[in-house]
């Protein structure tokens, strides 16, 4: 079934263009949203109406998206995580983290159009990073991933008796009542000395 699209959806397109959908998600989705109108003549004349000022805001995107290009062939993002002896990080820098980066910075793109070599960087280094913005133009980002130090902290180490944890466990929770009925006992004792 053919549809015009009402708004732009990224997964199928921008305001405007015409495309072949299934006649169910055409009835169920794009209809009921306003995403979409049936292709007939009169909705073809109401779309060649409104297609100079379509193409005003697609050429408005274009211009912001150059401007936006600009900035991010620029700019370098310095993340801090966790990492071992040898580089290797604990977790990874994936397209959300670089993402929460650049909303940081002043930029909100979503993660989908962020593109990292594989499923995300795993070691200490310095690394670039694709983003698509309008059409067919991207953006080249530096990413320099540092490793960040670890604090650690030394418990003194509790005597583990031969049967394991468990015994360790009822010990202190037979201690606590005890502890508890002391005191009771304390303040019976305190009641009945004074007359």
Known sequence: MKVILNKDLA??????????????YARNYLFPRGIALPYTSRMIKLIEGRRAEIEARKEQ??????????????????????????????GAVTSQTVA?????????IERKRIELS???FKSVGKYKALVKLYENQSAEITIIITAQEIKTESAPAKPVSRRGRREDVR??????????????????TAAEQTP
């Open 61 to 90: 995107k274009r211009l912001d998206a150059r401007s936006v290009k600009e900035k991010l062939d620029s700019l370098e993002i310095s993340v801090s995580m966790p990492a071992g002896a040898n580089g290797r990080l604990y």
């Open 100 to 108: 929460d980066e650049l909303t940081k910075n002043g930029f909100h």
């Open 118 to 120: 594989g499923t995300g």
């Open 171 to 188: 010990q202190e929770v037979k201690e606590i009542p005890a502890q508890e009925t002391g005191a009771a006992e304390k303040a019976e």
């Open 11 to 24: 997964t199928l397109g921008e305001e405007g263009d015409v495309k072949e959908v299934a006649k169910g």
